[in-house]
T-cell receptor, first 114, second 109 residues
């Protein structure tokens, strides 16, 4: 099993550009989520999904879109990049959408918006 | 609202014992996770407490008091490789986690 994979590992964008961060898992997990991590602020939930076709907003959803067309994939789209979106982005998955199980994290994508 | 608090930084000596505290106020609380995160890497799972009390796992133990909204992670026989950030996270009904800001632990020789 590859676990949770994320691409790209690093990305530099200009203000106003759009892009998609890719996330995939091969563990048949129901629950998938996107976090951003900024210094001193821990992990903040952007969007999450409890199964294919179902997504919901987390704590900081503005400026981001997600979709979950398959169990395996959960891409995160930045609609119009802003310097405030400079961060490290982690995708995670968990076997049970009801909770009570750990999340498994991907290696992260480091994004710089100029 | 939801709030989780941890000390920002801690320092300890190799071979010593350190306790990292976490206090939380969340709605729909199910349990509490602890994760370890080395610099530049992803968080990895350490422990999960649902019931009150102490759970021991080798050099690491975790404690939970649901009535007090309090947890701690205890690290014994500290090693240099334990230098990392430690994140507590509340597992809430409704399928989302709320993370604390993380505690950066430095282990000195």
């Amino acid at each position: 099993n590859a676990g949770v994979t994320q691409t790209p590992k690093f990305q530099v964008l200009k203000t106003g550009q759009s892009m998609t961060l890719q996330c995939a898992q091969d563990m048949n997990h129901e629950y998938m989520s996107w976090y951003r991590q900024d210094p001193g602020m821990g992990l903040r939930l952007i969007h999450y999904s409890v199964g294919a076709g179902i997504t919901d907003q987390g704590e900081v959803p503005n400026g981001y879109n997600v979709s979950r067309s398959t169990t395996e994939d959960f891409p995160l789209r930045l609609l119009s990049a802003a310097p405030s979106q400079t961060s490290v982005y982690f995708c995670a998955s968990s076997p049970d959408a009801r909770g009570g199980e750990t999340q498994y994290f991907g290696p992260g994508t480091r994004l710089l918006v100029l | 609202g939801q709030n989780i608090d941890q000390p920002t930084e801690m320092t300890a000596t190799e071979g010593a014992i350190v306790q990292i505290n976490c206090t939380y106020q969340t709605s729909g609380f199910n349990g509490l996770f602890w994760y370890q995160q080395h610099a530049g890497e992803a968080p990895t799972f350490l422990s999960y407490n649902v019931l009150d009390g102490l759970e021991e796992k080798g050099r690491f133990s975790s404690f939970l008091s649901r009535s007090k909204g309090y947890s701690y992670l205890l690290l014994k026989e500290l090693q240099m490789k334990d230098s990392a950030s430690y994140l507590c996270a509340a597992d809430n009904y409704g399928q989302n986690f709320v993370f604390g800001p993380g505690t950066r632990l430095s282990v000195l020789p």
